[in-house]
């Protein structure tokens, strides 16, 4: 049991850490817009008091090569 309990204390932040899920969330949020979109600074997630997924220097593509 405290073998489990340490494991999840060591890998738990790992699951559920933005940065972890990178190309997974650029991936959803590239199909949500339709454009690519691509994160190149950090990524927060918390899930509590309320889930809340923040990133910083997102790029979007736009038509002809621009970006936003």
């Given at each position: 049991m405290?073998?489990?309990?340490?494991?999840?204390?060591?890998?738990?932040?790992l699951l559920v850490s933005g940065n972890y899920h990178?190309?997974?969330?650029?991936?959803?949020?590239?199909?949500?817009?339709?454009?690519?979109?691509r994160i190149a600074g950090p990524i927060m997630l918390s899930l509590l008091p309320d889930p809340q997924l923040r990133a910083e220097d997102v790029t979007i593509g736009g038509p002809q090569g621009t970006r936003i």
């Open positions: 405290l073998a489990i309990i340490g494991l999840g204390i060591v890998y738990g932040p990178r190309a997974a969330i650029e991936r959803l949020a590239s199909n949500a817009v339709g454009r690519p979109v």
